[in-house]
Each structure stands twice: as C-alpha cells, then as structure tokens.
T-cell receptor
Framework: NAGVTQTPKFRILKIGQSMTLQCTQDMNHNYMYWYRQDPGMGLKLIYY???????DKGEVPNGYNVSRSTTEDFPLRLELAAPSQTSVYFC??????????????FGQGTRLTVV | AQSVTQLDSQVPVFEEAPVELRCNYS??????LFWYVQYPNQGLQLLLKYLSGSTLVKGINGFEAEFNKSQTSFHLRKPSVHISDTAEYFCAFGGYQKVTFGTGTKLQVIP
C-alpha cells in the first residue's frame, strides 16, 4: 500500500530557481493538503484541495502555487525560491467530507534547502 | 476561530515513568481532536482521535487521551514510556475542510 508518495525526498535550490514538489495518493481521497514544518512552529497549511479542479489558500500561501488536475496528484510549485522557503514540506490526504472528523494521511516529507 | 495550544515544547521523562502531554483547544463548534506522532525523519501518523462519545480515547502504542469539555483540554497520557516513544507529538483540530496543528511537543525518553 503506497498511501501518499512525495518526491523528491531532499533538494537544494539556489535563490531564484523554481521547482515542483510532487505528491500522489492512491487512496481515492478527495481532500489533499500541503504543509510546511519549521522548528518550533508546528505545521502550517500552505494550500489545500477539496477535489480535482478545486484549490484554496491556507495560512501561508505566498510564494507557492498548486494545481489539482486529477484526484491522485497535487503538485506544489515554487516559482522563485527564497531562503525563507527552506523547510520540510509534507503532503497529506483525507477522505473527509469537510466536517473535519477524519484523519489525514501523510507522506514522508521533502526537505528543501534554499541557498 | 478554532485552534489548539501545546504549552510544552519539550518533555523529558525517564524510561518506564508516566507521561502527560498537554493540549488545549479553542472552538465554538463541533470538536474533532487528534493526536499525531512524528518519529525522526518521518511523516506524521495518527495516534488516536476523538470524534464523539466516550471521553476517554485509547490509541496505538499504549497511549490514551481524555476529552474534557469544561477545561477545553485533550491531554495525551501513557502510564509507562519506552525509549521507542521518543518522538514529536502533535495535537490537531479537525475543522471545516482543514486540520489545524499545534506547535508540537518533543518527548525525550531518558534511559
């Protein structure tokens, strides 16, 4: 059972470069999320999607973009990398219908360093 | 607005001792609460959840939590910790279309 798969696991970017973090889930979940984790700050929601073709901003969306063309995939795009985007990024999915009463399933994370 | 607060950023405890990790929530609507655990260099995985019903919730690895509406708390407990419990623990609130996480508590089990 693959669950939520993120690629790459590690990446070093130079300031101003762009990249896409990939996320795929095979559980047919409607809801998908991107979080970033910084030491002592917990997880902050970047973007989320409630289904194919529907995305919305979370708490910290600046500098990122997302798309959801299929149920399975939810890539996160960094257009102009900045040192402030150095973080660990987690993708998650949930079968929830919007009521908040279901758990989220997480990928293993992508550790991104911007230098 | 819904939120969760974890007051303790780090909790050191000796092996085989009991532990309590504190979580307080703020919400004016239905309450769905979760505890997740993150082992080093891994993603988060669910420990337990409270959706409704019994206020004492049992989870994996011997952990349990008690939902206390009057104190707006959802503290996580284990009667006897093991070295393998060393990890970071996150309290989370399940809201409409999204989950809000606390800042995490690092549990350090000392041999």
């Amino acid at each position: 059972n693959a669950g939520v798969t993120q690629t790459p696991k590690f990446r070093i970017l130079k300031i101003g470069q762009s990249m896409t973090l990939q996320c795929t889930q095979d559980m047919n979940h409607n809801y998908m999320y991107w979080y970033r984790q910084d030491p002592g700050m917990g997880l902050k929601l970047i973007y989320y999607s409630v289904g194919a073709g529907i995305t919305d901003k979370g708490e910290v969306p600046n500098g990122y973009n997302v798309s959801r063309s299929t149920t399975e995939d939810f890539p996160l795009r960094l257009e102009l990398a900045a040192p402030s985007q150095t973080s660990v990024y987690f993708c998650a999915s949930s079968p929830g219908l919007g009521t908040g009463n279901t758990e989220a399933f997480f990928g293993q994370g992508t550790r991104l360093t911007v230098v | 607005a819904q939120s969760v607060t974890q007051l303790d950023s780090q909790v050191p405890v000796f092996e085989e001792a009991p532990v309590e990790l504190r979580c307080n929530y703020s919400s004016s609507v239905s309450v769905y609460l979760f505890w997740y655990v993150q082992y080093p260099n891994q993603g988060l995985q669910l420990l337990l959840k409270y959706l409704s019903g019994s206020t004492l919730v049992k989870g994996i690895n011997g952990f349990e939590a008690e939902f206390n509406k009057s104190q707006t708390s959802f503290h996580l407990r284990k009667p006897s910790v093991h070295i393998s419990d060393t990890a970071e623990y996150f309290c989370a609130f399940g809201g409409y279309q999204k989950v809000t996480f606390g800042t995490g508590t690092k549990l350090q089990v000392i041999p």
